[in-house]
């Protein structure tokens, strides 16, 4: 098979005199030696290279298939169903690609090194779904949770707030990668806890008094009825010097188990008494384990110095749940990061248990505006533990694995510092990874327009059969508040309002 | 005999000849009114519009404006205040569109009532209605166009010579419903009199029926497919929602002249206006009372303290500092936000402790920084700027941006602000929306060369004194009590003279005197070499009620403000006999003195 996409104003190759460079050709996002998924959209790009008229051929390793495309302005775009073959056919092995550029100045054909994409036998989950949203302070405008096809171009609206009377719209999270379970957060006049399970939409407020704020960061136990929440008093401050701007910390936190079926909300509670923040909670894929991050209290639960930010530090503890009884056992800690001065956030474990990615930063809670920010990978088996070969020197941070637990994506602000991009990467074994590549999109320049982020990429292994109208719908059903599954079990009143009393000056809560 | 009978009636028929059509000596009069009017005093309406978007010429930019009805018309509405950025080529584009609807009217006054002496009349009352609209300064030039529109295509519809061919231009609603939106909804109640009045038979139930399912399917349908807005979006957009009695008046009142515009039309078609002195009146006198009246409603409407406002503001954002002070000198400013700039102007220029108060600051240290909030959001980022504090700046310029779009000024201040803080991928992405305008494109230009270059960023003479006011140790914003900033600012830059200002503007608006002159000595090392007016009278405060001098760190009162101290203090103690008179005295002569600041405000 051998495809020809031609553009006006270029000419042919013949009577140009051809010489070699001896480099890889400079493009943009660079493709150049990631590994890819087969069922990946295609890897279209932009030459960033001097020439009038740019040939390109990318050709399976046996050579059977090739794609050529001609461009006049080194916007390379490749036609889909070619592609599609073309990957399906190279799973397991490299697609070749190479690339000359003519300039009628010189009349030379400057031919490039080739450069490969490795494909993987193993695909991705088919669609990916993540919040746009401007990475922005306290204000909000338009948010939407997207769902896009990674195996195509096509991006639908799951979630628009301009129907939900302009309401911040925060995380979703699916169960077990089920486009037809999942939940998500609505702040605002609509407020509530969104579920939708086969179509069929709860409405529900997992807050219970004893919590110091609302359920946010919420991680589907794989059982399907139960969500772990954290509950964060959150505030945020903003730097004066330009390295950074942003630091978002908690006052006060704490984990929580919802039932979906009873209707009833636990705390994560092992009876230790020590001033803990608690945050992300994340479930074992067994569901017999809840992994969170955990840090000593160093303010005073109603005000955190900039130092008493810097000194805190997150660890990875995990405790023991019983899905019968909703009952807890001790917590045990699973990675000492505050031990080598370290903070850690996102714990996120495996499909098959064996590993847990974590965000590695230097203090706090908040990775997401820590350029320093990386990922890092723990063998739970061995409790071992590495940086992982995918960094960059800007925030890595927000991370899922996909259902095969052979890809990761994770949030980048590699591109430009500020806005998060979704990265993927394939996961080789523990100590490898391939390349990782900036999801791909029609218009290689897209990224370098959208000024919104793309926040809390999810990998879903289906279409979500929803539209920003059922939401809206959804906004009629009475919210049903929750109760407490262990009613003996309370922060002291004189906590929790002095957490939601006192400010630091210039903190306010992000969601006020 | 009848026919010859009306044969001998022919000759005096002619007396009823229709009289020569001076409609467009009135057209043109009003162009140049709404003309003048925008580009001398008005035209503080066109910087502020021109302001509030950015027109990119970027295909995902303009397909944006064809995903709902309405905002087909925003987009030519947009490309057209792009040029309100040069005074004289906005204020033609402006009084030509205002001019526009009366020109239609004209046109389809001859259809419906030909020869009538009114149809100037009747034509002009629109377009005076649009002008006294226009002199407020949200009243964009969507609306304009959505008037335009729906004329322009119940002109279309009403030059139709057949019946069939009024059933075909009617059934091109759906294109007026989708460039227009619920201007389209005017034009179903327009034609629904229009049918009533002027159809017969069958037809003029038939056409309104026609015309209201369609009406109700493009609401429908759009509603089902094109629009993800609310409810009130869905159905008004785009009709203004200005909260301005006048305003809503005027719109309502062109809203209903025009809905009811064929049944005027057939009343004032049957009038016999037949002798000169009739003719006169109708096509002459009232259309110049018309245009009188829109003149003295023009003169009642214009609001000098916006426009003093909007004026101190371009000022500003045009770098032209000194003008604005003395603009603020010449035309106070009584609101809030024309004094804040003021005082941005006054520290821009190094004058604010030595001319803060020749002007008015009647809301003591609000006018120095903006408390936080939507409202204030377009302007509180200046205030920050002025004294270095660049991330604060900026992050008041990225939430206006999130909360209001793109904008001029906040891009500016985006591509300034990286460039300082040095992130230069962000300078990169935002240099490139400006560069897809075409009035800001140069200036992007010029500062997309600096990234990547601390050097060139430092020589230029704006950024580069903003970089030598960066704070040297890092602190958490105080956002709530932004004076609080100050001293960390100050005590880490010593070279920052603008924040140092800032705080003892503060100080001195506050009257707090003791922690004012508590800082003076710090000012040689500041490099200062004279104590500014205000802060010498403040310290001269002090010493008449402490006794002594402050420590002045080796700087030293100057003899005219001791003198003019001693001036002031034999004239307060001889204007103390007269209390009743004691403030007027003073302020005749010392009203500009912090000394009368502190007595009497």
């Given at each position: 098979m051998s495809v020809i996409i031609l553009l006006t104003g270029c000419s042919g190759k013949s009577g140009l005199e051809p010489s070699g460079t001896g480099r890889l050709p400079a493009i943009e996002p660079d493709y150049t030696d990631v590994t890819i998924p087969p069922n990946i959209a295609p890897m279209n790009f932009r030459i960033e290279e001097e020439g009038d008229c740019f040939w390109l051929t990318a050709t399976s390793e046996s050579g059977a298939?090739?794609?050529d495309v001609r461009s006049s302005d080194g916007v390379i775009k490749f036609p889909a169903k070619s592609w599609k073959k073309l990957t399906g056919a190279s799973a397991g092995s490299r697609i070749k690609i190479e690339i000359s550029a003519s300039r009628k100045s010189s009349g030379k054909l400057e031919k490039f090194?080739?450069?490969?994409?490795?494909?993987?036998?193993?695909?991705?989950?088919?669609?990916?779904?993540y919040r746009l949203i401007y990475p922005g302070y306290y204000n909000w405008s338009h948010i939407r949770i997207m769902q896009r096809s990674i195996e195509s171009f096509s991006e639908e609206t799951l979630i628009d707030n301009k129907i939900l009377d302009m309401n911040c719209i925060n995380c979703h999270s699916f169960n077990q990668y089920n486009p037809g379970k999942f939940m998500v957060h609505i702040r605002g006049s609509n407020n509530?806890?969104?579920?939708?399970?086969?179509?069929?939409f709860l409405r529900v407020d997992p807050k219970i008094e004893s919590m110091p704020g609302g359920a946010t960061y919420p991680s589907w136990h794989p059982g399907g009825k139960y969500i772990a929440f954290s509950s964060n008093q959150v505030r945020q401050g903003f730097y004066a010097k330009p390295e950074k701007l942003i630091e978002v910390f908690d006052l006060v936190s704490d984990i929580v188990v919802y039932d979906t079926e009873r209707n009833l909300t636990y705390h994560?509670?092992?009876?230790?008494?020590?001033?803990?923040?608690?945050?992300f909670p994340s479930w074992s894929p067994d569901g017999r384990w809840l992994y969170f991050c955990r840090a000593l209290q160093t303010g005073s639960q109603s005000v955190m110095t900039l130092d008493d930010i810097e000194e805190t530090r997150y660890d990875i503890v995990r405790i023991p749940f019983d899905p019968e009884t909703a009952g807890f056992g001790k917590t045990e800690m699973v990675f000492n990061a505050s031990l080598n001065g370290k903070s850690a956030s996102f714990p996120r474990i495996s499909p098959d248990g064996r590993y847990l990615v974590i965000t590695l930063h230097d203090f706090g809670t908040f990775p997401i505006w820590h350029r320093e920010a990386d990922l890092h990978i723990i063998d739970l088996s061995t409790g071992e533990s590495r940086k992982m070969d995918i960094n960059s020197s800007e925030t890595d941070s927000y991370h899922t694995w996909s259902s095969n637990g052979k890809w990761l994506v994770f949030s980048s602000k590699r591109t430009d510092g500020r806005t998060t991009r979704p990265f993927l990467a394939y996961f080789e074994r523990w100590d490898k990874t391939g390349k990782p590549f900036i999801l791909p999109q029609k218009d290689p320049a897209y990224y370098d327009k959208l000024m919104e982020s793309y926040n809390i990429p999810e990998f879903v292994n289906g279409k979500i059969p929803l539209g920003p109208r059922d939401f809206a719908k959804a906004t009629a059903i009475e919210p049903v508040g929750a109760k407490s599954g262990n009613p003996e079990r309370s922060l002291s009143t004189k906590t929790i309002e002095k957490a939601g009393m006192e400010r630091n000056p210039g903190e306010k809560s992000i969601h006020e | 005999m009848t026919k010859n009978r009306n044969k001998k009636s022919t000759p005096q028929k002619q007396v009823f000849l229709p009289a020569p059509d001076r409609s467009w000596y009135f057209f043109v009069a009003f162009f140049l009114i709404a003309f003048i009017y925008f580009l001398i005093p008005g035209n503080y309406v066109l910087f502020f519009q021109e302001q509030q978007s950015l027109f990119l010429y970027?295909?995902?930019?303009?397909?944006?404006?064809?995903?709902?009805?309405?905002?087909?018309?925003d987009m030519v509405a947009k490309f057209l205040t792009q040029f309100y950025?040069?005074?004289?080529?906005?204020?033609?584009?402006?009084?030509?569109?205002?001019?526009?609807?009366?020109?239609?009217?004209?046109?389809?006054?001859?259809?419906?009532?030909?020869?009538?002496?009114?149809?100037c009349l009747l034509a002009i009352i629109p377009s005076c209605l649009l002008l006294i609209m226009q002199t407020h300064y949200y009243h964009?030039?969507?609306?304009?166009?959505?008037?335009?529109?729906?004329?322009?295509?119940?002109?279309?519809?009403v030059s139709r010579e057949t019946t069939g061919d009024k059933y075909i231009a009617l059934a091109f609603f759906p294109v007026l419903y989708y460039l227009a939106g619920a201007f389209g909804l005017i034009f179903t109640g327009m034609f629904i009199v229009y049918s009533l009045v002027y159809l017969k038979g069958r037809h003029r139930y038939l056409m309104p029926l026609m015309l209201a399912g369609l009406a109700g399917l493009c609401v429908l349908l759009s509603d089902k497919f094109l629009i993800t807005d609310d409810i009130k979006q869905r159905f008004l957009y785009p009709l203004p929602d200005i909260n301005d009695s006048l305003h809503r008046l005027m719109f309502r009142l062109m809203t209903a002249f025009l809905v009811l515009y064929p049944l005027i039309t057939r009343l004032a078609g049957r009038l016999r206006i037949v002798r000169p002195r009739e003719r006169f009146a109708a096509s002459i006198a009232l259309p110049a009372i018309i245009l009188c009246s829109a003149v003295a409603a023009l003169a009642a409407a214009f609001k000098p303290q916006t426009a003093r406002v909007i004026n101190l503001e371009k000022l500003v954002f045009t770098g032209k500092y000194q003008e604005a002070v003395e603009y603020h000198e010449k035309k106070p400013s009584e609101n809030l936000i024309g004094q804040y700039f003021y005082n941005i102007a006054l520290s821009s220029t190094g004058q604010m402790c030595d001319r803060l108060f020749q002007g008015r600051q009647d809301f003591r240290t609000s006018s120095l920084f903006l408390p936080w909030s939507s409202e204030h959001i377009n302007w509180g980022a200046q205030a920050f700027y002025a004294i270095g504090l660049i991330n604060e700046a900026q992050r008041w310029a990225y939430e206006e941006m999130v909360v209001y779009g793109k904008r001029p000024q906040n891009m500016k201040l985006l591509v300034k602000s990286s460039l300082i803080n040095g992130n230069y991928s962000m300078t990169a992405k935002y240099t490139s929306i400006l560069k897809k305008t075409l009035f800001y494109r140069k200036w992007a230009m010029d500062h997309e060369k600096l990234a990547g270059d601390p050097l060139a960023v430092k020589s230029d003479p704006d950024l580069g004194k903003k970089v030598n006011l960066l704070p040297g140790q890092d602190f958490f914003i105080f956002l709530e009590t932004p004076e609080s900033n100050l001293p960390r600012l100050v005590n880490q830059n010593p070279g920052n003279r603008e924040a140092f200002e800032y705080m003892m503007a503060w100080l001195l608006i506050n009257k707090d005197v003791e922690m004012l002159v508590d800082n003076v000595r710090l000012m040689k090392n500041m490099g200062y070499t004279r104590i500014p007016g205000y802060i010498e009278e403040a310290i001269l405060i002090y010493y008449n009620s402490q006794g002594v001098f402050p420590d002045l760190g080796g700087l030293e009162l100057s003899s005219e403000t001791r003198l003019r101290f001693d001036q002031y203090f034999t004239a307060f103690m001889s204007a103390r006999q007269n209390p009743a008179r004691?403030?007027?005295?003073?302020?005749?002569?010392?009203?500009?003195?912090?000394w009368y600041y502190f007595h009497f405000r």
């Open positions: 298939l090739s794609i090194e080739p450069f490969y994409m490795n494909v993987s036998e193993e695909p991705a989950d088919p669609y990916l779904t509530g806890t969104y579920i939708s399970d086969k179509g069929r994560a509670d092992d009876g230790d008494t020590t001033g803990y923040l608690k945050t | 970027t295909a995902d930019y303009i397909l944006e404006f064809f995903k709902k009805p309405g905002s087909p018309a950025i040069n005074s004289f080529t906005g204020s033609l584009i402006l009084a030509l569109v205002l001019s526009l609807p009366a020109v239609i009217l004209h046109r389809i006054n001859r259809r419906l009532m030909p020869g009538s002496g009114l149809t964009l030039m969507l609306y304009n166009a959505g008037f335009v529109l729906l004329l322009s295509f119940f002109l279309i519809v004691l403030e007027a005295l003073m302020k005749k002569q010392f009203g500009n003195t912090f």
